[in-house]
């Protein structure tokens, strides 16, 4: 016979928002909701802020300007800027693939959280969300405490992945819609003790040249964990450089299991590409030493959520604007397909100048009156995924989120869906933001 197990949990309805993730979009979330009148709790999973940026490895910004100006302002702007600014090898006039130095960051997000006067709480995880009559009502989150229940009056989902949302029942896809396919994922890595002079006269390293060292090592045949020629490299500091190279294929980053094989998949592999550089680029790696592989899994692709628009590659190639546009981007369509580029072909990069909106009812899932998603869950077709799952537009769709929770919170009968999108706009170009 099945058995079910029941307990009873505290609840703490304390916060008018509750963000889960504390990545690019979850920062800028619970940023903007404190800074504009709401009481917001920021829940993460790891002991730091930034996501994909300090403990995902990610050693380097995406695109800040579309060739022309910066177009992701506001808060995104203000993260970026602070990061760079105690790093030598980074100048002030530099915006395109600037080096993230994580410890940095993780510094400049926990000040601007704490500061705008947001609660956080770290190594706790969103574990159940308990919905009704298209409200969640609770969630459950995990941590030192043991299981605690939280009851807010507006929720927002960064954790990448639309953990909250799918927990909630709200509308999503996963992947391919036909086969399930996902996006390739990277673990990425550090490595210490480079020759900086030559990684930064000498020949660039990047698995696009033809030269690249990983192909060699894909052609000598003896780095058998070594996928294919996936290799983007920056410096993060006196001779440390940060890789975002290999890829971990058929994972899924909703699976427990798929994530931990992924992992010692991952870490095979970035061994491999360290002693394979230091064997086909010994002047840059020849002493260099392999510091850390990253703590969270580089995903790329898992579900996005359906919301009241969804996001297509047609908009991308239309270069569309929207009356409801909280935001640009930028950003080329980069899919990481297993076997190829075919999609990114199909839709050229920008010229200088140009750029697509990012509507607000990208940000309202289906269905739900109190819950709003950011970052890479934003409702999209898996091709525009490619562009829009960024860091810089991450924060930008984070901001819009946050602001629009601490909106909705003002009103009687809460409801993200009939935010006034005039009032939400105006106050995010007060604080700085972009669009047309
Ligand atoms: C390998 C790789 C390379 C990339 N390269 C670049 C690049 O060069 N430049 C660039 O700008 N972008 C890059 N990106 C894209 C970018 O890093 C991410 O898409 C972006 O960080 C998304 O922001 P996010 O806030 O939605 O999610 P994330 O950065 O993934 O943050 C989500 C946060 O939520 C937390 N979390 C997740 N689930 C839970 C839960 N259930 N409970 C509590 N906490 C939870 C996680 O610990 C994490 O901190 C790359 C992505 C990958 C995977």
């Known amino acids: 016979m099945e058995r079910v197990f029941q307990r009873k949990l505290q609840v703490n309805q304390e916060y008018d928002v509750l963000v889960a993730g504390g990545g690019p979009s979850g920062c800028a979330a619970a940023i903007a909701a404190a800074r504009d009148g709401a009481k917001t709790l920021l829940i993460e999973g790891t002991g730091a802020l930034g996501g994909m940026a300090t403990l995902g490895g990610v050693p380097a910004w995406c695109p800040f300007s579309d060739k022309e100006k910066v177009i992701y302002k506001g808060l995104a702007e203000k993260i970026f800027r602070l990061t760079c600014a105690d790093a030598k090898h980074i100048a002030s006039t530099d915006t395109d693939w600037v080096p993230i130095v994580p410890e940095t960051l993780k510094r400049v997000l926990d000040a601007l959280v704490t500061e705008a006067g947001a609660d956080l709480l770290f190594g706790t995880h969103l574990s159940a969300v308990e919905s009704a009559d298209g409200n969640v009502d609770y969630v459950v989150l995990t941590n030192k405490d043991g299981l605690t229940a939280y009851k807010a009056k507006v929720y927002i989902d960064c954790t990448g992945d639309g953990d909250l949302a799918a927990r909630a029942g709200a509308a999503f896809v996963n992947g391919d819609e036909e086969n399930g396919d996902m996006q390739m994922a990277t673990l990425c890595f550090t490595v210490a003790n480079v020759d900086m002079y030559n990684f930064i006269y000498g020949e660039s390293i990047y698995g696009g040249n033809q030269n690249s060292p990983i192909r060699a090592m894909l052609s000598s045949g003896r780095y058998p964990h070594v996928t294919d020629a996936h290799m983007c490299a920056s410096l993060l500091g006196p001779g440390v450089v940060g890789f975002n190279a290999g890829h971990v294929q058929g994972l899924d980053g909703t699976d427990a299991l798929s994530l931990t094989k992924g992992y010692i998949a991952g870490r095979k592999e970035a061994r491999d590409i360290v002693?394979?550089?230091?064997?086909?680029?010994?002047?840059?790696?020849?002493?260099?030493?392999?510091?850390?592989?990253?703590?969270?899994?580089?995903?790329?692709?898992?579900?996005?959520?359906?919301?009241?628009?969804?996001?297509?590659?047609?908009?991308?190639?239309?270069?569309?604007?929207?009356?409801?546009?909280?935001?640009?981007?930028?950003?080329?369509?980069?899919?990481?397909?297993?076997?190829?580029?075919?999609?990114?072909?199909?839709?050229?990069?920008?010229?200088?100048?140009e750029s697509y909106g990012i509507p607000y009812r990208v940000l309202t899932p289906k269905g739900f009156g109190n819950l709003l998603t950011a970052g890479r869950a934003v409702s999209c077709d898996r091709r525009v995924l490619g562009s829009i799952r960024v860091m810089p537009p991450a924060m930008v769709t984070g901001e819009a989120a946050g602001a629009a929770a601490a909106l909705a919170v003002q009103s009687a009968n809460i409801d993200v869906h009939t935010v006034d999108t005039s009032v939400l706009r105006e106050n995010l170009r007060k604080h700085g933001a972009y669009f047309i």
């Not at 950003?331 to 990481?336: A, S």
């Open 275 to 353: 002693d394979g550089l230091r064997e086909f680029a010994p002047e840059s790696f020849g002493n260099a030493f392999l510091t850390a592989t990253a703590s969270l899994m580089g995903v790329r692709e898992t579900r996005r959520i359906i919301g009241d628009y969804v996001l297509t590659a047609e908009d991308y190639a239309a270069r569309r604007s929207f009356p409801d546009e909280i935001g640009r981007c930028c950003y080329f369509i980069d899919m990481h397909s297993k076997g190829g580029s075919g999609e990114n072909d199909k839709y050229p990069e920008y010229g200088a100048g």
